[in-house]
Structures are given as C-alpha cells and as structure tokens.
C-alpha cells in the first residue's frame, strides 16, 4: 500500500458532500478515480439483487454501467465508503451481518486494469473483506492420473474442518459416482463460455478437449466457510491462478515413471483408450512444463501413496513441523449494528462511530483482493468515545486500542 489520502469521510444516507469531491444523494454516492466518478447505490438490477455502480467518464462525458466481476454485495439500508489508494473503494454496509460487512470495490487495481484490456469494456471488481490473515489457498496440479484427486481427498478425509475443496466447472460428461456440485458443476459449454465472458471466472483452460474452470464462486464458497481452499487444476490453470492475486501455494505431483502414469491412468477404468492416448499425450507437455517452468513452489513424487500423503502433510505443516502454512483460520468482520454516524479515516485506519463505542478498521495490509477475498483486514475497538469526527480523529491516540 502506498502513501495514504488525507482524511475522507464518507456517509451515504444523510445526503452531504464533505468537499472532497464525494457526493451523496440517498443511498447512492460519487467518488471520483481519476477521469471517472463511479456512483455506487441504489440497485444493480429490477430484482434489487446487488448494489449497483454505474460511472461517469468526464473526458467523454458518458455513463456506463460495468462489467461486475466477483460477487456482488447484497443491497442494503446504507453504507460508508472510502477511497483508498485510488484503487478501491472500502464500503461498510450499515445492518448487514458481520460476514456481509464489509466490501472492496476495485476500480483500478492491477486486475481491473488487466480485466478491462482483455474485455475491452469498463470494469469494476466486488471482493469481500476478510479480518485476519487467512491461510493461502492450495493449487495442486500434475498430469491425469498422477494421483491429485486421491491425495486430495486424503487430506479432506483426515482434516474436514480445515480443508475445502474449490469445486471446478465442467463441460465433461460426469463419471460413474460423480456428483453434480460435488465434484464439479457440470455445464453446458455455451453457458460455461457466457460465464467466462462475464467475467464468473478466477481462471479457465481448455484440457483434454473439453472446458474446465475454477469461478470465483468456488473459491469465496470456501473461504467464507472458514477454510483453507483446495484448487485441483492442470498446468495451464495453475499458471492464471499465478496471474491473479489469489496467493496460492503451488504444488505439482509428478509420478515416479510415465510408465506407472499410464498403469493408473489405465487402471482406474474411467477414459476410453483415445481418451487416454490424449490424456498421455498432453501428460508429457505437463511434465516438461510442471518440472521446468518455476511456476510451482514444492513438486512431489507420488511413488508410494502413503509415502506421498506424508510429505504433502509435511510440507503443509500437518505433521507438526511449520511447513508453508501461515497463521490462524480467517475470521469475519464483527462490527456492532447499526452504523449510525459517518466514518472517518487517516492513515489506514479507518473509525466507525457506532453510538457508545468507536470501532476501528486497520486497512494498511490488505492482501489479496478481486478476483476473492480482501484479507489481511485488522479490526479493533476503543474504550472511550469521543463526540464528531474530527474529536475521533484528534484523540485517536490518547486511546487504548484493543485488537481483536
Ligand atoms: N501412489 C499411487 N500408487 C498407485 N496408484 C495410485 C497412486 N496414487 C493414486 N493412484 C491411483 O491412480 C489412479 C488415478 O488417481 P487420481 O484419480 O487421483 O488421479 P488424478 O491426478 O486426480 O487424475 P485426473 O487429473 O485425471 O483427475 C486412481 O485409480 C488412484 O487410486
Ligand atoms: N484449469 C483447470 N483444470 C482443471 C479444473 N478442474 C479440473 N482440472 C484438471 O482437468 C484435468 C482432468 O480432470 P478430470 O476430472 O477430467 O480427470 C485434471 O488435470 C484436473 O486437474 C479447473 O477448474 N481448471
């Protein structure tokens, strides 16, 4: 994060400008990025399913609504907001669950830039905040039949509580056993292409013939349950998902032989013989590019099962070692209700007056972002209370802060 704006304050129902160029008129406000003013409120459709931002150019003097990548946040009965970095915009929704509370609209982080030069159109990006640093997702890769999926189910099977599996899109046909929404969303190709298009995927590739792909959806699903995601993905996938800010750990699986790769991938009876000439085919572009490219952070022999199963446990700080996990489980944001009063912020930490207490946000590392979670957000409370805005922000600290 760079050099923090001066102070901004935000309300968005009492209908006030603060004369930082951010206006306000009902549930609706203006913050200027730039050429553009984005104007976020009221809602994004007839259905009134999410809060909607439409954006005025004023070097063409057009409006447009965005494409919306990410989520949308639910509408709700007012919200604060502030600029922070000139790249997102921090909204606190007013009576909202603690889980639903805070937002991140990215209106020109590194990935909306990105995302609006591939789709050649405007774009903002929803992402939701996360208190605390949550643990790094985990991209397993390697060729078809290497063993991913067994070990991966290993690791449910022994840690239920601490692992989700992202549930991947695709336009295969399902196998015997296979469950729609458990082990993937089955789809048509054309509204798999159309979800692709509107920007519903963290990363998508084209594997063995048909279309496989990881939503956004999949991974938030995840993380709001409180656990650490599992992405199971092939080579080209795990090299988007490096592109986007989801900051995964890296792992590809390589068999001892392509030999032993061609007995498993025979041995488990799921492909017809062309299915499995293709899936050897491509197998060895995956080796060659799993092993050589530095896309990966650990690679890992799967030779014997359980031999595997341990060192993946080990290198994941299962085994009691510190391994390549990071501190604890995320937490959500619990900020009392109602959010009566305007919000002041300087310096990263933005103040709620919530009536008898002030409650503080600390956003000066925030990780990660679109497409996801925005973690990294540190919450805390304050013992005394102090009348108006510029009283908080003078007397902040003569506080005791206490974090949460
Ligand atoms: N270490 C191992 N030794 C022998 N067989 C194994 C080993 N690991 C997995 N297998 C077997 O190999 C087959 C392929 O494993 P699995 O389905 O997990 O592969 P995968 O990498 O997930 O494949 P795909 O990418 O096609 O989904 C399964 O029948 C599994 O039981
Ligand atoms: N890029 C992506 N690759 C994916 C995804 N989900 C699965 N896969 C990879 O596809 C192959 C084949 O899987 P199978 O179930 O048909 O045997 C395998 O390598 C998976 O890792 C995804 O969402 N994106």
Redesign the pocket.
């Known amino acids: 994060m760079g050099e923090a704006p001066a102070l901004f304050v935000g309300d968005l129902q009492n209908g006030f400008s603060n004369g930082c160029d951010l206006k306000s008129k009902g549930f609706e406000t203006a913050m200027i990025v730039g050429d553009k003013k984005y104007v976020i409120g009221g809602n994004d459709d007839e259905l009134a399913l999410s809060i909607g931002v439409r954006i005025f150019d004023k070097s063409t003097n057009t409006w447009s609504i965005p494409t919306f990548l990410g989520t949308k946040p639910k509408p709700c009965k007012g919200f604060s907001a502030m600029l922070l970095d000139e790249d997102r915009i921090c909204l606190i929704k007013r009576a909202s669950p603690p889980e639903d509370r805070i937002w991140f609209l990215e209106v020109d982080t590194q990935f909306v830039r990105e995302q609006k030069r591939i789709l050649g159109t405007d774009v903002v990006a929803w992402s939701k905040g996360v208190v605390g640093d949550a643990q790094k997702p985990i991209v397993i890769s390697?060729?078809?039949?290497?063993?991913?999926?067994?070990?991966i189910s290993k690791l449910m099977k022994e840690f239920p509580s601490m692992f989700g599996f992202s549930v991947s899109h695709t336009t295969r046909a399902p196998r015997d056993k296979e469950i729609d929404g458990v082990d993937y969303h089955f789809t048509e190709r054309s509204v798999m292409e159309k979800d692709i298009k509107d920007g519903k995927f963290l990363e998508f590739a084209s594997v063995h013939g048909n279309l496989y792909g990881t939503s956004v959806e999949a991974v938030e699903v995840v993380a709001d349950a409180g656990k650490r995601c599992i992405l199971?993905i092939d080579v080209q996938g795990a090299r988007s998902v490096r592109a986007t800010p989801l900051e995964a750990i890296f792992i590809f699986?390589r068999p001892p032989s392509f030999e032993?790769l061609e007995k498993?991938?025979r041995?488990?009876g799921t492909e017809t013989e062309e299915q499995i000439q293709k899936?050897l085919r491509n197998a060895k572009e995956e080796l060659k590019q799993g092993e050589s490219s530095g896309l990966f952070d650990y690679v890992l022999e799967?030779?014997?099962?359980e031999d595997?199963y341990l060192r993946l446990k080990k290198l994941l700080g299962l085994d009691g070692s510190a391994g390549a996990t990071f501190k604890s489980s995320p937490q959500t944001v619990n900020l009392p209700s109602p959010i009566d009063r305007p919000v002041a912020k300087r310096d990263y930490k933005i103040l709620t007056n919530c009536g008898e207490n002030l409650l503080g946000l600390d956003v000066s590392s925030l990780k990660g972002g679109a497409p996801g979670r925005t973690r990294g957000l540190k919450m805390y409370t304050m013992n005394s209370f102090s009348d108006g805005i510029n009283g908080i922000e003078e007397r902040t600290n003569d506080y005791e802060l206490m974090w949460y």
């Open positions: 390697g060729p078809s039949g290497v063993g991913k999926g067994t070990l199971d699986i032993d498993r991938l041995a488990r899936r799967n030779d014997d099962l595997c």
